[in-house]
């Protein structure tokens, strides 16, 4: 005699367990932090500049003055941002800047006027980023080694071209830039290139393939390969895009400055470097953030200009950069070990 089906049961009194909430969402809270963390820090350091010097330090040239020095060193972060992002590294990235800013600047290259300055300066940190690009993705050299051979090497020419002089830029379209007359509502042509600059390698890092790819290969090489991603291709990219935007930045010095010297760009490499791990983006690659890299920068710059305007040392500022960039990278690791 079969038995009759048992009824369906309600009310059992038990609530399903809530989902875990999405890694990616949490990974964006842990953004919006540091983002928040980092306007903070600024919005603290703006306060001490104004106290202990309102006169000077919140004085509409001077904060002219700390955005322009910000741009420069903030392209080159920009592109920095990205190798790290894809777990390498540039330790040349101030030797290209000088070396494209000497050679921009010589009498040859500047009979050519504002176009064969400009060439000049994109062409040579191309260049130089290609030959990074080839050593590390297809030579199998370490970044640490190859960048630094580019850096000893684009030094010592820059060096040799210079004579250790310094060269004076004559072309009256490249100078008219760094004046007050070229501002665009009371903001210099230089940092309007660094927003743009800004935007162009947001998007491209957030909303694109190639982005997608280099936080892959940053995360996981060898899993970005099995995944159909040619890596050495888009390592030698990256290298590509750095030394783009170490041209752009030698351009931008060149208005800036109004001349090519051969220690232009000095320790940009570690400034870039700072500001991009103070930005949150990963030492070890696979996670990069140009908001914080421009936050990390303008941090760095309001610290560099309260410092002089207080006539500290030099050597303060590097020991004060160099305390900060250790305490981000204990940060980094205390937060990576709890996601």
């Known amino acids: 005699m079969t038995q009759p089906a048992s009824p369906p049961r309600y009310g059992t009194g038990k609530v399903p367990a809530a989902a875990p909430p999405p890694a990616w969402r949490a990974l964006a809270g842990r953004a919006d932090i540091r983002t928040l963390s980092l306007l903070g820090v600024l919005a603290v350091l703006i306060v001490i500049g104004g106290v202990t010097k309102p006169d000077e330090f919140l004085d509409t040239r001077n904060l002219q003055l700390v955005l322009t020095q910000a741009s420069v060193i903030g392209v080159v972060t920009v592109g920095m941002t990205f190798v790290i992002t894809s777990g390498g590294i540039d330790l040349s990235v101030g030797a290209i800047v000088a070396l494209a800013s000497v050679w921009a600047t010589t009498v040859a290259t500047q009979d050519f006027g504002f176009a064969g300055i400009l060439f000049t300066a994109v062409i040579v940190g191309v260049g130089c980023g290609l030959v990074n690009g080839l050593l590390v993705a297809y030579g199998g050299l370490v970044p640490f080694i190859a960048t630094l051979a580019m850096l000893a090497s684009a030094r010592g020419l820059a060096l040799q071209i210079t004579g250790g002089r310094t060269q004076i830029?004559?072309?009256?379209?490249?100078?008219?830039?760094?004046?007050?007359?070229?501002?665009?509502?009371?903001?210099?042509?230089?940092?309007?290139?660094?927003?743009?600059?800004?935007?162009?390698?947001?998007?491209?890092?957030?909303?694109?393939?190639?982005?997608?790819?280099?936080?892959?290969?940053?995360?996981?090489?060898?899993?970005?390969?099995?995944?159909?991603?040619?890596?050495?291709?888009?390592?030698?990219?990256?290298?590509?895009?750095?030394?783009?935007?170490?041209?752009?930045?030698?351009?931008?010095?060149?208005?800036?400055?109004?001349?090519?010297?051969?220690?232009?760009?000095?320790?940009?490499?570690?400034?870039?470097?700072?500001?991009?791990?103070?930005?949150?983006?990963?030492?070890?690659?696979?996670?990069?953030?140009?908001?914080?890299?421009?936050?990390?920068?303008?941090?760095?710059?309001?610290?560099?200009?309260?410092?002089?305007?207080?006539?500290?040392?030099?050597?303060?500022?590097?020991?004060?950069?160099?305390?900060?960039?250790?305490?981000?990278?204990?940060?980094?690791r205390r937060t990576a070990n709890s996601v």
């Not at 040619?230 to 208005?255: M, N």
């Not at 220690?263 to 991009?276: K, P, Q, V, W």
Request: charged residues 10%; aromatic residues 6%; proline residues 1%.
């Open 169 to 332: 830029v004559t072309v009256d379209s490249v100078l008219s830039l760094g004046e007050r007359d070229a501002y665009v509502l009371g903001i210099p042509p230089l940092v309007l290139v660094f927003a743009v600059v800004t935007v162009i390698g947001w998007l491209v890092l957030n909303r694109t393939t190639f982005g997608r790819r280099t936080v892959a290969v940053g995360g996981n090489a060898e899993a970005a390969r099995l995944a159909g991603i040619d890596v050495r291709r888009q390592r030698l990219y990256l290298y590509l895009l750095s030394g783009l935007c170490c041209g752009i930045a030698a351009f931008l010095l060149i208005i800036l400055s109004g001349s090519g010297q051969n220690t232009n760009g000095n320790l940009y490499e570690l400034d870039a470097i700072a500001a991009a791990i103070i930005g949150g983006t990963l030492l070890t690659g696979g996670r990069g953030t140009i908001t914080g890299s421009v936050l990390g920068v303008l941090i760095f710059t309001t610290i560099t200009d309260i410092f002089a305007l207080n006539n500290l040392q030099t050597d303060v500022q590097q020991i004060a950069k160099g305390a900060i960039i250790v305490a981000a990278v204990l940060v980094q």
